[in-house]
């Protein structure tokens, strides 16, 4: 959002909503998604996974609660 943007939403009491962040957010929830869809796929496939995709998967899950904490709490 522009400057002259923001101080018109400002003065006219809309509502402006800080986005900052939300990309990066989006990127690693993609990323749980594609480990998501890899396991399901060895599971599908072979009746089996690996071990090492689904701890790839917590560590990265663990990642994207940290940012939406992160990102929430700077919302306050």
Known sequence: MKQAEFLIRCITDKNVINTDGLRELALEVKRVGV???????????????DHHLFIENQKELREVWQLLKRYL????
């Not at 480990?35 to 399901?40: D, W």
């Not at 709490?73 to 306050?76: E, I, L, T």
């Open 73 to 76: 709490q700077d919302r306050q």
């Open 35 to 49: 480990n998501l869809n890899q396991i399901a796929h060895s599971i599908n496939s072979c009746g089996f996974y």
